[in-house]
């Protein structure tokens, strides 16, 4: 195992008499895609804030190693400063403007949003928003990028589009990723592995691995079977159904497909 | 952003109503309608208003009113945002100072003309206190709840980019809280105008507020509406040059929503 690893060891963090986590451990090679489930207020974003060191643990270690970047739901971004600004936040650490401007433009470029780098984040549409986070947290050779719902407040279909530019991007650049959401659906589409944790104080109830390369299709019966999966594990779903059924007639299917494209 | 185009009709629209305004006024007069001793026809205040030009009193007035405003304004913002900021920044400041600010904001400044020409007897610097006590109180307010009100993603993306102290201050406190700071400046540059007129009606020698007292007390109502027209044109302008501050492209996100 390389040092770029993240390891939580025995992490406990309780507010006052509210306990989220009791002995936690958990370990996320380098690399990997870890996204991570659970009910709403279970502290999945407690567990983001541990990781990336803005809290600290009532008890164990957290090991961190490599650069962390926090991906946010929105409006992360500064609204005073241009896209193009905004991304060279992450190019601050290069001594060099020429190779700060040349890592921006190639950033831009990356996230097809050349041209865009005068635009001021509220004239842009939420997922090039989104896409100039992503841009941010790449620039700068950064080793691990912590997101949390980072697509949650986009449309369906934009959030559609989005994971298959996050799976892009990362086959450009690698990163070690942890993706908190609510969105079984998109861990299952996009995640190497997905834990599932309980309700408070949260406890990793189970782990899912999943070994389809990116991108995915959202239809392909391994993803549909990690949602079934996930969703019988949160009591959601029931077991008898394992097996998916398509039963509609093939006119109805039709239909059905556009009439879902539309929306 | 499209509501200040400069279309002939924009442009024609207010200036019928202000020709039609000034057709009535010039026939209730004619009629004998508003009587003559009461309210001058337009006529008389347009040669009162080239006989004040021409003596170049009015202009002189102008700039001392200006002058002051000018002083009084600058002063309230050059004190009043630092305070504003360190208030907005620190819980336990906001909780020692925010009473005594909320007390002295609820103060009419005018209330202070006594004690104003008491301390400063008359001229500009009686002026210039009235102004700044009108200004400084709800520019701090501003800031001050601008600053409490920034989002806290803000200051976690800054912190996770490294920035810090003086670079966190002029790169993210800062612009976070302009677009409200604006709004605040144009409300207090207001106020600021008409304080001026009442404080230079009592303790001044010139200026537009001096220009109305004398006007009354010369039994020249023409020059009254001189005076009036004046400080209501120059108080547009100024309002107008201020918004010219939310045209700056860094401060747009908090006026487009």
């Known amino acids: ?263 | 952003m499209k509501k200040d185009q400069f279309t002939i009709k924009n442009v024609l629209l207010p200036l019928g109503v202000v020709v039609v305004a000034v057709i009535v006024w010039h026939f209730l007069c004619a009629f004998g309608i508003l009587p003559a001793i009461a309210v001058p026809t337009p006529l008389q205040v347009l040669t009162g208003f080239a006989e004040e030009a021409r003596r170049g009193r009015l202009f002189d007035d102008v700039i001392a009113s200006l002058f002051r405003v000018m002083i009084g304004f600058v002063l309230a913002v050059a004190l009043g945002l630092p305070l504003g900021l360190f208030m907005g920044l620190y819980a336990q400041a906001r909780v020692a100072l925010l009473p005594a600010v909320n007390f002295f904001r609820s103060l009419s400044p005018l209330a202070w003309i006594p004690f104003a020409i008491l301390w400063f007897g008359i001229g500009d610097t009686p002026a210039i206190f009235l102004i700044f006590m009108a200004a400084f109180f709800p520019i701090v307010l501003a800031a001050a709840a601008a600053v409490a009100g920034i989002p806290a993603v803000y200051f976690r993306v800054a912190r996770d980019y490294g920035f810090r102290g003086r670079e966190l201050m002029m790169q993210v406190t800062l612009p976070a809280i302009m677009p409200q700071v604006i709004t605040s400046l144009r409300v207090t540059a207001g106020v600021s105008w008409l304080v001026v007129v009442a404080a230079e009606m009592i303790a001044g020698r010139d200026g537009l507020g001096f220009l109305i007292w004398d006007a009354r007390n010369a039994l020249r109502p023409d020059l009254l509406v001189v005076g009036m027209i004046v400080i209501g044109i120059i108080g547009v302008v100024l309002d107008r040059l201020l918004v010219q501050l939310t045209r700056i492209p860094s401060v747009r996100w908090g006026y487009d929503k």
């Open chain 1, 1 to 263: 195992m390389t040092n770029k690893m993240l390891r939580l060891k025995g992490v406990s963090r309780s507010f006052g008499a509210v306990e989220v986590f009791q002995n936690l451990s958990l370990d996320i090679a380098q690399g990997e895609f870890v996204a991570i489930v659970g009910p709403s207020g279970c502290g999945k974003t407690t567990l983001l804030n541990l990781l990336s060191a803005y809290d600290q643990p009532s008890s164990g270690t957290i090991q961190r190693g490599g650069v962390l970047r926090m991906i946010y739901q929105e409006g992360g971004l500064l609204p005073w400063q241009t896209a193009g600004q905004n991304i060279a936040m992450s190019l601050r650490g290069l001594p060099n403007a020429a190779e700060r401007n040349r890592q921006l433009q190639e950033l831009l470029a990356l996230i097809g949003l050349k041209g865009f780098e005068g635009h001021y984040p509220h004239m842009l549409s939420g997922g090039m928003r989104q896409r100039v986070e992503l841009a941010r947290a790449l620039g700068g050779d950064s080793d691990v990028l912590l997101m949390d719902e980072p697509f949650s407040a986009l449309d369906y279909i934009t959030r559609l589009r989005m994971r298959q530019e996050l799976a892009r991007l990362l086959h450009e650049r690698p990163r070690t990723v942890v993706l908190v959401t609510h969105d079984i659906e998109e861990a299952a589409h996009l995640a190497d592995r997905i834990i599932v944790l309980s309700e408070r104080p949260a406890q990793i109830r189970c782990e899912l691995q999943i070994s389809l390369p990116r991108p995915r299709d959202l239809t392909h019966p391994e993803v549909v079977n990690a949602v079934h999966c996930i969703l019988t594990e949160l009591g959601l779903e029931s077991r008898e159904s394992a097996q998916p059924q398509m039963s509609y007639p093939i006119e109805r299917m039709s239909v059905f497909m556009e009439s879902e494209e539309q929306s």
